[in-house]
């Protein structure tokens, strides 16, 4: 165990396996604060190892949006209540606002980037295109990167409030499909547009 | 946010022992935890991640029960064909809560550690007995629609928000934990969430430094599994009020309440009232409710929502 002063300073023996390094501002160890703390991390993104030294805090959105200058991923919220920020993380989906980067060493990342481009949409965003599944379109990418790992849950027989039963195979029925999608808010309203374009993808030829 | 210093634990007696630094805390799913740091109402110096220790199966017990880990994830405990067969309330509550992003990330123990939803805790330019002991309680006097109506005191008057909670305490679940020296204990879920008192900032008799490893459930109970929350939204939000039942064919059997009070509710002798029916049994689970003029619906609630889950239970 070190003394405040030491953990303060990020060089606590104790902590031999962590990632932190020394802070480059000098630390208050008087309990009140501590200065910036960087700290390496590496993960897969779209494929590409990317190695960062963030502050501690970064989360893993600002992490893709401030320092990978990905900004397909949006920020709404930043509290995990909107699923703009919504990425795929070693297959699931998951809010990249309420995640630090540097605990997703090893991860592999997937954002809207990884789905499609310009030049070769990735089927779902086709579908969105052609239902009208947006507005302003700020909700759009969480909404893709949500629902095509929503999908691979439904194919893993993962059940849902709306199941009604917990042991049979879920079906792709609306109601199942408005359930799983609700942690993903779209403040336009162009939710049943979202709903035939996730249908669409979902019942065409895998 | 508040800066702080990062580690990945090693062991879990290390990870225990870390947890004695100064305001260090554990960090899981960190889906609740990095919300409430944003908002400066948790302010950690140092964090230990977990996520490294195992702690992530689901395995079956010498008993005929079921051993969680405590990083098993929400969506994959619900999804669980065991758990789903056997222990059906637990997967209806944990579907019942949160997004599936948060569930996918969300962990056993963090559920049970997760932090009331009081709008007065998350305002920080209000006093809140919870967030700075001794500061006074806003929530009394003030709008209290989702608040408690039972078991809280003249301090503070928030619910427990898990919904997964009131599942375990259904099936008498244990919480298994560990501390520094690597002495372990069991603490049974019926114990493990106190009531506010004098004292609203301390919320579960886990002891500093105490790391939960995994969470028990004894062998399947049968009967008709039932959870149904009743909230303003058909789905994303807390419950204003909750029923998990387990009830048998001859109508005996077990029923605690969400949304009411600081800890999941049962009154295991209210449960011999309920061949008689929703009203008497609701009547003795909410003997000595104190509402507020805006919470007083729940009582009214609590007995709707017991009515429609003894009706689905004959069904």
Known sequence: MGTAATIALGVDPSSSGAQTSPPPVAAVANGVGIGPVLANVSFSVNGSRRALELDTRTTLLDALREHLHLTGTKKGCDHGQCGACTVIVDGQRINSCLTLAVMHEGSKVTTIEGLGTPDALHPLQAAFIRHDGYQCGYCTAGQICSAVAMLDEIKAGVPSHVSDDLTAQPSLREPELRERMSGNICRCGAYSNIVEAITEFAGRPA | ?315
């Open chain 2, 1 to 315: 946010m508040k800066s702080f210093t990062y580690e990945k634990a090693q062991s879990p007696t290390a990870a225990a022992a870390a947890r004695g630094k100064p305001n260090a805390k554990f960090i899981a799913g960190g889906t609740n935890l990095l919300d409430l740091m944003k908002l400066e109402i948790e302010t950690p110096q140092h964090l230990i991640d977990v996520n490294g220790l195992g702690f992530d199966k689901i395995e079956s017990t010498p008993q005929g029960g079921l051993r969680i880990g405590a990083l098993v994830r929400n969506t994959a405990l619900a999804a669980d064909p065991k758990v789903r067969r056997d222990y059906a309330v637990l997967s209806r509550a944990l579907l019942a809560g949160a997004s599936g992003q948060l569930r996918n990330k969300a962990t056993t123990a963090g559920n049970l550690l997760q932090r009331t939803r009081c709008p007065y805790f998350y305002d920080t330019n209000m006093p809140c007995n919870k967030r700075k002991a001794g500061s006074g309680c806003s929530a009394i006097g003030g709008a209290t629609r989702s608040l408690a109506v039972i078991g809280s005191s003249d301090a503070c008057i928030a619910t427990n928000p898990s919904d997964m909670a009131v599942a375990m305490r259904a099936l008498d679940a244990t919480v298994e934990a560990i501390d520094a020296a690597g002495k372990t204990r069991s603490v049974p879920i019926a114990d493990f969430h106190r009531l506010p008192g004098d004292t609203p900032h301390i919320e579960t008799t886990l002891k500093p430094g105490e790391l939960i490893t995994s969470v028990t459930l004894p062998k399947p109970l049968g009967g008709k599994q039932i959870y149904r929350k009743v909230r303003d939204r058909a789905s994303y939000a807390f419950a204003l009020v909750s029923v998990a039942a387990i009830i048998k064919p001859d109508g005996a059997g077990r029923v605690v309440l969400g949304g009411v009070a600081h800890k999941p509710w049962r009154v295991e002798a209210a449960e011999s009232e309920l061949p008689r029916g929703a009203k008497a049994t609701a009547a003795a689970l909410l003997q000595g409710a104190r509402p507020t003029t805006d919470n007083k619906f729940k009582l009214t609630l609590v007995e709707r929502t017991l009515a429609a889950v003894l009706s689905e239970a004959k069904g």
